[in-house]
């Protein structure tokens, strides 16, 4: 990835835009983790871009992770998510 002298004046002023993701294991694929990245570095580079820059000159700059947690291993309510509940949560039966 090159960056250009916009992208460079924009690293000196402010910290890498770094956004961070946590998804099941599993509840996506390779293909929708692309979409979802893409998507994300879109939206934050047209936010900065409100704020004067070039987009063209943000896109490189926004990192994206996406990190896998455990199903039982996060909660919400007080309660261990597991998939049936999460499902069930999707479709509005909670």
Not at 33 to 38: C, F, G, K, N
Not at 43 to 54: H, L, N, P, Q, S
Not at 82 to 87: A, M, N, R
Not at 89 to 92: C, L, V
């Given at each position: 990835?090159?960056?250009d002298?916009?992208?460079y004046?924009?690293l ?6 770094l ?13 929708q ?6 998507k994300?570095t879109d ?12 987009k063209?000159n ?5 990192w994206?992770?996406?990190?896998d ?6 909660g919400?309510g007080?309660?261990?998510i ?6 069930a949560?999707?479709?509005?039966k909670?």
């Open positions: 990835m090159a960056l002298g916009g992208a004046k924009i000196e002023a402010y910290e890498i835009p956004v961070t993701v946590k998804l099941f294991r599993g509840a996506s694929t390779p293909e983790r692309a979409d979802l990245i893409a994300l939206t934050v580079a047209e936010w900065i871009a409100d704020m004067g820059y070039e063209e943000i896109v490189p700059l926004v994206c992770i996406i990190e947690v455990e199903f039982g291993s996060w919400a007080g309660k261990a597991t998939p049936q509940l999460l499902k949560a999707f479709e509005g909670t």
